[in-house]
């Protein structure tokens, strides 16, 4: 085993002492780094992405309004029928939606893929969707 350590101290100490060993030990991998952060690094801020999403408001009450509210509090994009290229998901609010939440008879919001997109972010879109509707049933058990 003393051999083996002496052969690994020796090949370290003859490596450190050349120059150019530094720039592969050190520089060379952080190149590496960025270059490859750079190519496989998707569109938008990777530390908030705000997806976008199609909102298709049938609800002409109030909640409707709070509902799209807090899904702009919660970190979505929210994008019309004129833009709906841009979107990956989309959520519909029933014209009826108000009205049966005040009644307490339950509302069914549709989530639904818009037609032609992929899927990179619709796990995303779900959670903060969620997220959305606890913390509108939270104002309204404020009420």
């Known amino acids: ?12 100490r003859l490596f450190l002492r050349m120059k150019a ?3 592969w030990l050190f520089l060379v991998p952080l190149v590496f780094v960025y270059f490859f952060g750079i190519a496989f690094r998707g569109p938008g801020a990777p530390s908030n992405p705000r997806p976008a999403v ?7 009450g109030f909640l409707g309004t709070l509902l799209m509210e ?6 979505m994009r929210l994008v019309d029928q004129t833009k709906r290229a841009e979107a990956e998901r989309g959520i519909r609010i029933p014209a009826d939606f108000t009205g ?44």
């Open 1 to 12: 085993m003393k051999r083996v350590l002496q052969i690994g101290h020796n090949d370290i």
């Open 21 to 23: 060993s530094y720039v």
């Open 54 to 60: 199609l909102i298709e408001n049938r609800d002409t």
């Open 70 to 75: 807090e899904l702009d509090a919660q970190g």
């Open 100 to 143: 049966k939440v005040l009644k307490t008879e339950p509302a069914k919001v549709e989530f639904f893929q818009v037609e032609g997109s992929g899927a990179e972010s619709a796990f995303l879109i779900e959670l903060r969707l969620i997220r959305a509707l606890v913390a509108m049933n939270s104002h309204l058990f404020e009420l």
